[in-house]
């Protein structure tokens, strides 16, 4: 019977009817619910693949550069996407919009797909890949719209991403944005920036490509050909290897290696395939332009290159790099011939139109033509335009170098000489301005060289002679003599920060008696070859040295003094706690000791007495002699003591196991082994030690020869004191 009333059988019923219930209404919501689910889950299938369909047509059609017809599928994903994916979408289409050069509509998309990501300094580490890839096509896009500073903004929001080549793309771009504001001003900034993009991704090779051209507008060639040959190495597209090799071929041309930068140039042609030869050869040529590597032979192949660049392709920019590379050569009529049949256009590399090329030859043509004999600077011949006086030069006139290599602007001529003017080497990239005398750089003037370094004075045989002013590219300058541009004789030198030498200079160092100059103090000072030598400062310097010295020593002396102290203290410590285990070992060892002798029959006034004594003895390091004067005191009064432990006392010989116990000790009190322990004269644990080997010798030889019925207990004493001998030394048998 149950506790409400019911039957126990009738009440099993219901429960398991119940069970029964619940457990077909739970089949039933198994049975269905996949069917009803899966109708869910088909229809959002039908509506996620349809949006993906159109999405994977738009991608295959921008890989055909049909962008059109792509948006016309991704603006069908748009709309049955159903909010899916939409930041992908809009990804595309700005891409799209970008590479059909509708820069405002390719922003507009774009920043849909950037918005989904609500940050303004850094990217959340998860950041959907399409929004990364949106951020780098609208900075591409404001930078197309001439917005350098906002597409700035976008790249420095995308160098905080995770993603590694995003991250290191975005860097590379940064710095090429920079460096387009003000190359000279961004200089610095620019060089961080792209090292930073290599940091991150070292088979970026754009980025070190980047970080080639920034050592070569500071003329790091050696430098630049590193970079250049890790980017060779990385690079699979065969035009842009072509692109990289050329580069390389022009760095090894500034440092003087002609011949393996011509065996360059025709190595990236040769392993370019044959549809792609044509933009080799186009950008080796402009690249030979755009560098102004005028050496004849270089010159000449260049030329060829542009010749086959404009045959295999039907584009109107390699017609204008050909009849440049035409003019270059001295070919100013066939040079005009090439550019007669071509539409006007614009070659974007040489930054060069038609009109621009037509208007240059022809004044080349002209200049020509006149035939004017003019001596500017070195050897060579020149192209003149200007004031003509009985066939020669005379008066205001500009004038290039046959071999392009120097040009004269602002120039005054005399009898066909030049006198004064500005003079340009373009190749090597310095400008002088001022006075010349028979073709040579001589007079006042002022150069600027290709490093940034700039000299103000006196020039004689076209190098610096005399008296004048260097203002260096650190900011320090020095003014004052000067033999074939070296700092020699009287001058002074000033830092940037205003500090610096006033006095004699030798090969550009100090050299002889002067002063030097520190927070607008004077000090006289001597010099040998920039070494300073005069007794004064010999003196100070010999001072402080001994000084540093003394200070050494006392240092290493007081080092010395603490480690012997540290030494000290360390063994003071290990003697103190081994003192402090000795002392601990023999309490313990003695409390052993007299709980087996109480177990004897020691009384218990006694065992107190002499273990008071004890702990006196071993506090005083056995200086008290308690436990003499205590064992003493006890034989006068109870008879012999001296081993209370040794079973030879007056309580042990009546102590048995038994009610009667042995009386006599079944002849133990007298056994050679014990008494051997009991006789030792040590001190210390060792005697502890001793007075537990003598009791189990004492026990044992009691086992052995007392009545069967109590062996057993004595045999269990004697195993008792060997538990104390492993206690106090490791082991169970004594020596």
Known sequence: MCADGMPTDQRRQELRGRELSFLFILLLSLAFQPVLGQKVFNGQKLLLTKASREVNAAQELMEKNQYEEALKHLNTALDVSKGKDDLEIFSLKGICEYQLGRMPQAVEQLSYAVSKVNSKEALPPKTPEAVLTALLYRAKAREAQKDLPTAIKDLQLLATAAHVPLKSKAYEQWSRHLSELDRGGNQDKAELLVAKAVEVDPKNAEALVFQAQLAIYER?????????????????????????????AVCK????????????????????????????????????????????????????????????????SNQ???????????????????????????????????????????????????????????????????GIKAGLAEGKGKALSKDYLYEVSNGTFVNGTLVSGTLTNVSDGWTYSGAFSNGTISGTGKMTYAGGDVFSGKFVGNKPQGKGKWVYTDGSTYEGEVVNGTPKGLGKYLSKEGNGYEGSFKDGKPHGKGFLLQAGKKEAAEFTDGERNDAAYLAKVKAEQEKLAQEKQQAQALAAQRLKEEELAKAEKRQNSGKILGKTLALAGGALALTKAVDLGMSAEDATGLGAALVADVLTDGEAGALHSTLTTMNAANGNLSNPLGGNSAAAKSSSPGAAGEANDCGCSNDPVANKYKTMTVNGEDAQVNSVCAMIAYYDCMARNCSPANRAEWQKRADANRQVLKQMTGRTTCN
């Not at 590193?226 to 390389?248: F, N, R, T």
């Not at 025709?266 to 005028?294: F, G, H, R």
């Open 320 to 386: 204008i790099t050909f009849a440049y590379m035409q003019a270059l050569n001295n070919e100013l009529g066939k040079a005009k011939e090439t550019l007669k049949p071509v539409a006007d256009c614009e070659n974007a590399t040489l930054k060069m139109s038609k009109a621009q090329l037509s208007s240059w030859i022809s004044n080349l043509e002209k200049a020509a033509q006149q035939k004017v004999k003019v001596k500017a600077y070195g050897a060579g011949s020149w192209y003149y335009w200007g």
């Open 220 to 248: 790091g060639y050696e430098e630049a050909v590193g970079s250049l040959e890790k980017a060779i190495g990385l690079e699979a597209d065969p035009v842009a290897k072509a692109k990289y090799q050329s580069m390389l």
């Open 253 to 316: 041309y500034r440092l003087g290696k002609e011949e393996e930068a011509l065996a360059i140039f025709k190595d990236a042609v040769e392993n370019a395939p044959e549809s792609t030869k044509w933009q080799v050869y186009q950008q080796q040529a402009n690249l030979v332009i755009l560098n102004k590597l005028y050496d004849p032979a270089i010159l000449e192949q260049a030329k060829l290159w542009a010749n086959r660049a404009a045959i295999l392709s039907e584009d109107c």
